[in-house]
């Protein structure tokens, strides 16, 4: 059974950074698309950047500039870089992974709360 991990949530001031980490354990194949959703108090979950399995990547205009994902396809791994955090950033962090037949594998989530 797959199951993702995530770590690298946090507190941290505005203007700061943080890394998150997700792993997928459990599967035997790769996954085509790996990336990170995000969802404040009272608001929809909203999708953050997404990495495909060509290195095609994709951001919310909000994170453009400021966010870097990244992926190491050999463990499964998906990465997110953010920088010049906001307190906009504030919310839950959810890794998502779909898998090549289209199954989707999410995290549990991980905090990230940015203090102005």
């Known amino acids: 059974q797959v199951q993702l991990v995530e770590s690298g949530g946090g507190l941290v001031q505005a203007g700061g950074s943080l890394r998150l980490s997700c792993v997928a354990s459990?599967?035997?194949?790769?996954?085509?698309?790996m990336g990170w959703f995000r969802q404040a108090p009272g608001k929809q979950r909203e999708s953050v950047a997404q990495?495909?399995?060509?290195?095609?990547?994709t951001y919310v205009d909000s994170a453009k500039g400021r966010f870097t994902i990244s992926r190491n396809s050999a463990n499964n791994t998906v990465y997110l870089q953010m920088n010049s955090l906001k307190p906009e950033d504030t919310a839950v962090y959810y890794c998502?992974?779909?898998?090549?037949?289209?199954?989707?594998?999410w995290g549990r989530g991980t905090q990230v709360t940015v203090s102005s």
């Open positions: 990495i495909f399995s060509g290195g095609t990547t």
């Open positions: 459990g599967s035997r194949f790769r996954f085509n698309i």
């Open positions: 998502r992974i779909r898998s090549p037949s289209g199954t989707e594998y």
